[in-house]
């Protein structure tokens, strides 16, 4: 019997934002978790996002963003994956963001938002419940 | 030599020290230490105490003596805070020029006595507000400038002769500086009265902060044409803020911060002798930028360290002769890192704790986080708390009555002693590999901070660190501070703005003085001339980026984790 494949996650920057630190955190975390890690590093537009998740054939994308631009930058990833057809992949956020944000980033399609002070096991135990390898 | 203790007291000493510690081993055989391991944030083992046994080699002319005097430990200025206090310099920018314009008075006006500007995430990576790559960006996370228009609205009724300005860019930051020399001008401010910082430390960037444009070894020779061009015409600015700030955000430890930050001095202080200049005609320009996080002690050796260090680099490695040369002059920021978005308001306490080890440290200015920066750009009430708190440490504490008072301190003068030979080593290392450049090039810093964050932050969930109201003392009270709104219009009247200026300026004049930077760029010619022409013509940041990248091709991140 072929052995189950490993979940696949972008971890991926959007915009022109630096801060980093977070999201190599995240992928490390992911990685020491057992799953596949590919991080895009920086200042990567949302159609780069879109277009190197669905070549590495991810499961979810993790996008993280510390500078305010997520209210323009998450959904347009999600807009992009829609109109690719790859809207399966599920869509994560981590980073700075005020309520009222996360409401409207969920109910744009945002699967779940991670703020700060989520522990990493927090954050894995989430992916280990909700993401099956396609 | 001046041995601060004769040799034969140590005798006595061990003898008591050994007693007292069979006493304490018996008292906590009975009920054990609170934890099996003390240490600092950095994950520094620190001892139950400290005799003069940890310094017993220490001298005192030699490694203390007196400050303004080499080797520095103990302050830059023989006056220190008895002359004149530091410089309260609070980061703000948001929005457009205007409102940020509107901030730097409030603040003027509330006693800070030097200014200091936040640009947005397009400007500090070259691009203009219509650009597609600053979409969503504009004005978010500092002000957008986009042209000289900007700058002269930034500093409009501003007393730019009189104080200083600090302005955190980096990749742009020769063309961001061409802008408010020529804004000065403008107002009839030559440019050898003007006095302030540009960050322009790109070594960092590719180590921490990470906004870059062009690759390592372009960028460093942009920034040695601004030593240059600022040793013969700006004598009064600060050329580079060589930053450990953003290399500590990053996650890493204390000594890390230090050694890093240092090894990027050496580089930069290496490209300007090998551009031919003597390095006492620009060294005393150079100043640093420092983290003060949340070990007291730590954080107060590390800064004394640093001085300690650079005096002997300097004078030692470098040759320097000018005194000036010597001295380490820093700004500090308190540790955004540090600050929770749970129970904000405790932020207030952590940042008047670190602004305290600053002022210990000896920094020649500060700026104090808001609470709720680790929510949103701060609003304007808990900008004025966070500024409070440095004229409480400054007029009511006590604490800047005296010059150093932990120097002499056994376990502030073992830190200091212990950072220092550490970051030595670090500093050899980089050395080894050929450099800070080299070292960048292997990802040899990014890969350390790397794993010193991740190291961290396993700490912390593990709760061996505790953070208050994260994994300790936790509440479900929700959050009810004020949150900055950044008007969504902004983004649409800049870029109209910016059109405007494109339609109005002379535009085969910009075409001709972007042609001049790309010659300078691709020759050897400084390429600051040229800037300030082709800014004064309302060439736009990105116009003139565009140059750099054209000709220097551009860096991407290489992903390190």
């Known amino acids: 019997m072929a052995q189950k494949r490993k979940v696949r996650i972008m971890v991926a920057k959007p915009g022109l934002d630096g801060h980093d630190r977070g999201a190599r955190i995240i992928a490390r975390a992911y990685r ?51 109109e690719k057809g790859a809207e399966d992949i599920v869509v994560c956020g981590g980073g700075i963001f005020p309520e009222e944000d996360i409401a409207a980033l969920k109910k744009a399609g945002i699967k779940e938002i991670f703020t700060p002070g989520s522990s990493l096991d927090e954050i894995v135990k989430w992916v280990e419940d909700n993401i099956k390898p396609r | 030599m001046s041995l601060i203790f004769n ?23 009975a009920n054990p230490e609170r934890l ?11 001892k139950r105490i400290y005799t003069p046994e940890d310094i017993r080699d220490q001298d005192f002319s030699d490694d203390i003596g007196f400050p303004g005097e ?29 409102d940020t314009n509107r901030r730097f008075h409030l603040l003027v006006n509330q006693g800070q006595t030097g200014l200091s500007t936040a640009f947005d995430m397009p400007t500090l990576m070259g691009y203009d507000s219509d650009s597609p790559k600053a979409r969503g960006e504009c004005g978010r996370c500092g002000v957008a400038i986009d042209t000289l228009k900007d700058m002269e609205d930034l500093f409009e009724g501003l007393p730019i002769d009189r104080i200083t300005t600090s302005m955190t860019i980096n990749p742009p930051a020769a063309v961001i500086w061409a802008m408010y020399i020529v804004m000065a001008e403008k107002r009839g401010i030559k440019r050898d009265i003007i006095g302030g910082t540009i960050q322009n430390d790109m070594l960092k960037e590719f180590i921490a902060q990470k906004t870059f444009m062009c690759p390592p070894d372009s960028s460093v020779r942009i920034i040695t044409d601004t030593v240059e061009y600022g040793t013969l015409e700006v004598p009064r600015w600060n050329t580079i803020s060589i930053s450990g700030y953003h290399i500590r955000e990053a996650g890493s430890t204390a000594v890390q911060e230090l050694a890093f930050t240092l090894a990027d001095g050496i580089a930069y202080t290496q490209h300007a002798i ?70 904000p308001y405790n932020n207030v306490v952590r940042t008047a704790l670190q602004a305290l080890a600053a002022v210990l440290g000896g920094t020649q200015s500060l700026h104090t986080n808001s609470l709720d920066e680790v929510l949103a750009l701060p609003t304007e009430e808990a900008a004025t708390i966070a500024l409070r708190t440095q004229q409480i440490i400054a007029e009511e504490s006590g604490v800047t009555n005296t010059i150093d008072p932990l120097g002499g301190s056994y376990c502030v003068e073992a830190l200091t002693n212990q950072l220092e030979e550490e970051a030595f080593e670090i500093i050899r ?16 810093p990014q890969q350390e901070i790397a794993d010193s964050a991740y190291h961290y932050q396993r700490l912390v969930d593990e709760k061996q660190k505790t953070v208050v109201g994260l994994n300790k003392y936790v509440t479900d009270e929700k959050l009810k501070v004020d949150i900055l709104e950044i008007d969504e219009e902004l983004e649409r009247l800049q870029i109209e703005k910016t059109g405007r200026i494109r339609n109005e300026r002379d535009n085969s004049m910009v075409e001709q003085c972007l042609e001049k930077v790309a010659e300078a760029c691709s020759g050897s010619r400084n390429v600051m001339g040229p800037l300030i022409e082709a800014v004064r013509a309302y060439a736009t940041l990105q116009e003139i980026c565009d140059v750099f990248r054209n000709v220097f091709g551009e860096y991407r991140d290489p992903g390190i984790y």
Not at chain 1, 33 to 39: D, K
Not at chain 2, 10 to 21: P, R, S, V
Not at chain 2, 36 to 46: A, L, N, Q
Not at chain 2, 73 to 98: H, V
Request: hydrophobic content about 40%; glycine content about 6%; some cysteine.
């Open chain 1, 32 to 82: 020491d978790a057992g799953f596949e890690v590919i991080y895009t590093g920086l200042h990567q537009t949302p159609e780069e996002i879109v277009e190197a998740a669905i070549q590495e054939d991810v499961d979810m994308i993790g996008l993280s963003s510390l500078a305010g631009a997520h209210k323009y930058l998450f959904p347009r990833v999600l807009e992009i994956l829609r």
């Open chain 2, 7 to 29: 040799r034969k007291i140590f005798e006595d000493i061990e003898k008591e020290h050994g007693a007292w510690q069979e006493k304490l081993d018996r008292v906590f055989e």
């Open chain 2, 36 to 46: 099996k391991r003390f240490s600092t944030v950095s994950d520094r083992e620190i």
């Open chain 2, 70 to 98: 080499y080797p520095f430990t103990r302050g830059a200025q023989p006056s220190m805070y008895r002359g004149r206090l530091w410089t309260m310099r609070m980061f703000a920018g948001l929005g457009s020029a205007y």
């Open chain 2, 274 to 343: 090998e551009r031919g200049l003597d390095v006492d005609a620009f060294a005393p320009r150079f100043s640093f930028f420092f983290n003060s996080h949340l070990d007291f002690f730590e954080e107060i050796a590390k800064f004394r360290a640093a001085r300690r260090m650079w005096a002997r680099i300097m004078k030692e490695r470098f040759r320097a002769k000018d005194p000036r040369s010597w001295w380490l002059r820093f700004h500090t920021q308190t540790a955004g890192c540090s600050l929770t978005a749970q129970q």
């Open chain 2, 429 to 444: 290392k980089i050395d080894d590999m050929g450099g800070m450049l080299a070292a960048i090039e292997k990802n040899y």
